[in-house]
């Protein structure tokens, strides 16, 4: 059990990063990322 | 098994870590409270996850484009201010200095996580996910030992990992109190958009009150009533906050065993009660260490030196006021302070617990006036519940660390910080938003007699 929930944690921890980015992405904040793409768009 | 799965979830986490610093802060506490390496024993034991994810949260934030303008205040500055003056009382400790150095370092990785989070955090989102990374790390533990402590009909002791920030039981128990009104933050702004986080926030606050009891930490159990008294008197859901009340009492009685209800009852009689006087015997030492050393104190750890310890207790009569019953200083080992303001006393002499007393009661008053300032300005409510979420754990903070050395926990100083930020940065926000959404209503309310004058003419 404890092995289980302990996975879970972590896919939840992995979740969360991801959609958080999702998030901020959604909002419109570049990041650095963001900030590459929209350098190579001009 | 467990190798593999972290290793193979953490490039997912780097990814995202790499392309916002909010991300890469977030995982800092949960890799703090989490303690990923307690629980491999592989090749993934041997990496240091905060030294890894603190290079890429400053990766990240150097390579952000977007960086919030950096806000210090006035408690971010009693907060350096505090950090310097342990600097000073470390370079002159009468302790061990290696030692003293460091838990002087430990104290400088807490610094850097505030920084950071002044730094980065600038919304609700940022806030929202550091807070996630609380829950699911103290949350996720809490709710193991729990369902553990259920499981065996409440004869299973919790207690924290040995070597981890929160390896004491008591300690153990005030942080899932701390991490209690966050849960509560959080099933309010996330429990409607989803069943399952709506379920899992409901189960994860009802096994941390179990996982409180299964410490069987009375100062835990004391900081967790209290706080039910103070989030009740906050709540604007007391009928539900209630019954929620009563069906876990009437759970709690079923698992809390006779050898627990006999240690809680020597609340009643702490005076009588030979380990909470031992308590106050090292508070008395560490009083005495402070009015030696009144500016600088002895230090980090200093008391818990046995040659310091054994000639401060040279002095214990000098100090009759001072009640410590029949109880008198260990002759043959030292003991920690068991208060965070004993231990800031000792340490770090008067002016340190001045300045560390400001930054708590700044923080929990400052956290209280977001909240007041919003409701008044007609805020957004998510912001209200999260300045009130703040100043609970907070709270339970103060209350609950009287009894323990735990004056340098991550959480708090992270707390501070995000008290910052929210008072300094996102209520402001809000209410400039609010502002223009108020100026825009006028806007289009206006021309409308205008145009109409126009038209007679």
């Not at chain 1, 092995?3 to 879970?8: G, N, Q």
């Not at chain 2, 790390?137 to 040995?162: P, R």
């Not at chain 2, 560390?356 to 977001?370: D, E, I, N, P, Q």
């Amino acid at each position: 059990m404890e092995t289980i929930l302990w996975c879970l944690d972590l896919v939840g921890v992995a979740f969360l990063c991801l959609w958080a980015l999702r998030e901020d992405r959604r909002s419109g904040d570049g990041g650095a990322a963001d900030g590459v793409t929209k350098e190579k768009r001009h | 098994m467990r190798d593999l799965f972290l290793l193979g979830l953490l490039p997912f986490m780097l990814y995202a870590m790499l392309q916002r610093p909010f991300i890469a802060l977030a995982m800092l506490p949960w890799t703090a409270l989490f303690f990923p390496n307690a629980w491999v024993y592989g090749i993934a034991g041997s990496i240091r996850y905060n030294l890894l994810f603190a290079g890429v949260t400053l990766v990240a934030y150097l390579v952000h484009k977007h960086k919030p303008s950096f806000r210090l205040s006035g408690l971010g500055m009693l907060v350096l201010l505090f950090f310097f003056w342990t600097t000073l009382s470390t370079s002159m400790t009468i302790g061990i200095p290696d030692v003293a150095w460091e838990y002087w370092n430990r104290l400088l990785k807490v610094v850097i996580l505030f920084l950071f989070v002044l730094a980065i955090v600038e919304k609700k989102l940022h806030v929202d996910t550091l807070l996630w990374g609380v829950v699911l790390s103290v949350g996720f533990y809490g709710n193991l030992e729990a369902l553990k402590f259920i499981a065996s009909g409440g004869s299973h002791m919790i207690s924290g990992i040995d070597g981890h920030v929160l390896g004491d039981r008591n300690e153990l128990a005030l942080a899932f109190v701390m991490t209690l009104p966050i849960c509560v933050y959080l099933l309010g702004e996330y429990g409607k958009r989803s069943r399952a986080l709506q379920l899992g926030l409901i189960g994860t606050v009802c096994l941390l009150v179990f996982a409180v009891i299964g410490t069987q930490s009375r100062g835990g159990f004391l900081a967790l009533l209290t706080l039910g008294a103070y989030l009740f008197l906050k709540s604007d859901r007391k009928i539900l906050l209630s019954v929620l009340i009563i069906v876990l009492i009437a759970a709690l009685a079923n698992f809390a065993s006779s050898e627990w209800a006999a240690r809680i009852d020597t609340i009643e009689s702490a005076n009588e009660d030979q380990s909470f006087m031992g308590r106050v015997v090292a508070w008395k030492l560490s009083f005495i260490m402070a009015m030696q050393n009144p500016f600088f104190g002895g230090g980090f750890k200093s008391l818990e030196t046995f040659s310091v310890w054994n000639e401060l207790s040279r002095h214990f009569f000098e100090y009759s006021w001072f009640y410590t019953g029949d109880s008198l200083p260990p002759t043959t080992f030292a003991r920690a302070a068991h208060s965070v303001y004993f231990q800031v006393l000792g340490e770090h002499g008067f002016v340190g617990l001045f300045l560390y007393l400001t930054c708590l009661f700044a923080s929990w008053y400052k956290a209280g006036r977001v909240a007041r300032n919003a409701k008044r300005a007609g805020g957004p409510p998510w912001l209200i519940n999260m300045a009130v979420a703040f100043q609970l754990s907070i709270f339970a903070f103060a209350f609950g660390g009287a009894a323990l050395s735990f004056a340098y926990f991550d959480l708090i100083f992270t707390l501070f910080g995000l008290t910052i930020v929210i008072q300094k940065r996102i209520l402001p926000a809000e209410l400039a938003k609010l502002k223009k959404h108020q100026n825009d209503v006028q806007q289009v309310a206006v021309p409308v007699p205008a145009m109409t004058a126009s038209h007679s003419h």
